[in-house]
DNA sequence: AAAAAAC
């Protein structure tokens, strides 16, 4: 099978025999054929299975007729990320070099104003995170009804987000007549309903192929200690130890505020790092993840935003420095390395306490993971001595932020041994970009709680009634409280 | 328990 017999037309095919691609995918050999005659499409398949250009090839070759009135999209893609979105848009550009289309990409965290002017020129594709497509449409940007192929990617993702009322108010703002395009890796109950909600007669193209079946990727569990400075010690050991054979890697945190803290450690040890996380400024997200992708940095540091879909060609690591809680988004981070055919490894620090989600991961992937170093009895005993192995410093203070003061009081060069492990070139421009990372929202959340409550106690008790001074009846007051 | 997404 190849793209020529798919029925794409000249102009798309060319642009995928420039692209260096000649066999399709099984997901794009399902559902190329049946989009371009206008079919409803059922796409389940996880990314990496060339999932995007099973859309985008098509929507080209059925773009080619006909052109866009000002306000007025000719097509849909939704997306559950900004970067996916961003994504979507760079296929649009590759596939569609041949093509003179008018692309706007609708997310949030950038400015209105060009976004405006691109839907104001007529787009022929609309690619938008859910949110901010409302907002234009609410400011009377933006009308629907021209909308001729309607894309839904990610559409499980959408689910756990929270955007599926959203969406089902964008739908109704689209004409039935449309055609649509529906992705979803997995089909839970409440996708399935969606489906037959949103599509008419589909032809349903399935890839069974989780990433944990994936025979490219090595996965391997490490142990370490649970504290904090433990586990990033554990980490600097685990990078150094693959030397050369780590080229770049996504290091995975459960929380916005663990990926601040981690990528500012990393940085002062000089690891040539990068941070991905969604309170991260827009310009900052998308720099960070472009020099990644161009081998400017070569570890990130990300959140699960950065667990789905993420196609990056070249990773050859994939490291888990917080086991994830939930079992499939191990599958999910562990699928950004072993792509496209190459060999990737996947590394997950595993702690005291960390055993009932590794048991829920194996139970999920079918099988065990094999350790690196000792297993989960060790674990225990290893975490005993779980005491910081420097003198001198104040007992019970707050381990978090030691392990950050000791360099950067004294800036000391990386040994020698460290210097031949890990990646030079440490003096990058991401780590000034660190200032651009915002605070997490929870950190930003109990400053201004503490400043609130700050100023209140000046004032009067925190839970009275207004209006009574201090003649609060009794029925009113909170209980407990004197 | 947390992440993502709108000003």
Redesign the pocket.
């Known amino acids: 099978m190849t793209f020529a017999e798919l029925g794409l037309s000249p102009k798309v095919l060319s642009a995928v025999t420039d692209a260096g691609y000649t066999t399709p995918t099984p997901i794009q050999a399902g559902a190329i054929p049946h989009a371009i005659e206008g079919k409803d499409v059922l796409g389940i398949a996880q990314t990496g299975t060339g999932k995007t250009a099973s859309f985008v090839l098509p929507m080209l070759t059925r773009l080619e007729r006909g052109r866009a009135r000002a306000r007025m999209p000719r097509t849909l893609i939704l997306e559950?990320?900004?970067e996916l979105a961003a994504q979507v848009e760079e296929n649009f550009i590759k596939y569609g070099k041949n093509h003179r289309l008018n692309i706007a990409l609708l997310?949030?965290?950038v400015s209105f104003d060009e976004q405006e002017k691109k839907l104001e020129r007529g787009a022929d594709v609309l690619i938008a995170?859910?949110?901010?497509l409302?907002?234009h449409f609410?400011r009377g940007k933006l009308l629907l009804t021209g909308v001729d192929i309607f894309v839904i990617d990610e559409a499980d993702r959408m689910l756990?987000?929270?955007?599926i009322p959203d969406i089902e108010r964008i739908c109704k703002l689209i004409p039935f007549t449309r055609q649509t395009l529906f992705f979803s890796a997995t089909m839970p109950p409440e996708i399935t309903k969606l489906t037959q909600q949103f599509l008419q007669a589909p032809v349903r193209v399935e890839v069974a192929k989780p990433a944990s079946t994936n025979i490219n990727i090595t996965q391997k569990l490490v142990k370490t200690g649970s504290k904090p400075w433990a586990k990033r010690a554990r980490l600097r050991e685990l990078i150094r130890g693959e030397g050369d054979q780590l080229k770049n890697a996504i290091i995975f945190c459960?929380?916005?505020?663990e990926v601040a803290t981690l990528f500012r450690s990393l940085a002062r040890h000089e690891f040539d790092a990068g941070a991905l996380?969604?309170?991260m400024d827009q310009r900052a997200r998308m720099m960070m993840l472009d020099n990644f992708r161009k081998g400017k940095l070569s570890l990130l540091v990300a959140?699960?935003?950065a667990a789905r879909g993420l196609d990056i060609p070249d990773v050859s690591h994939v490291i888990n420095y917080d086991i994830p809680?939930?079992a499939d988004d191990y599958v999910h981070r562990i699928g950004r390395t072993g792509r496209a055919g190459r060999s990737g490894k996947a590394f997950t620090l595993v702690a005291k306490g960390d055993a009932k989600y590794l048991d829920s991961i194996e139970k999920l992937i079918g099988e065990d993971v094999e350790w690196l170093d000792g297993d989960l009895s060790t674990l225990e005993a290893e975490d005993q001595g779980d005491e910081k192995p420097q003198r001198g410093k104040k007992a019970g203070g707050k381990s978090t932020s030691e392990d950050s003061r000791n360099t950067r009081t004294r800036k000391r060069k990386p040994s020698a041994s460290s210097e031949a492990d890990t990646p030079q070139e440490a003096k990058t421009p991401e780590v000034a970009a660190e200032e651009k990372i915002e605070k997490?929202r929870?950190e930003r959340k109990s400053a201004i709680k503490a400043s609130n409550s700050k100023s209140r106690a000046r004032n009067r008790d925190d839970d009275a009634p207004i209006g009574f001074g201090d003649n609060i009846p009794d029925f009113m007051k909170v209980p407990g409280k004197v």
């Open positions: 559950p990320t900004r997310i949030g965290g995170t859910p949110g901010r409302l907002d609410e756990d987000m929270g955007f459960n929380r916005k505020s996380h969604g309170d959140s699960d935003v809680t939930h997490p929870e």
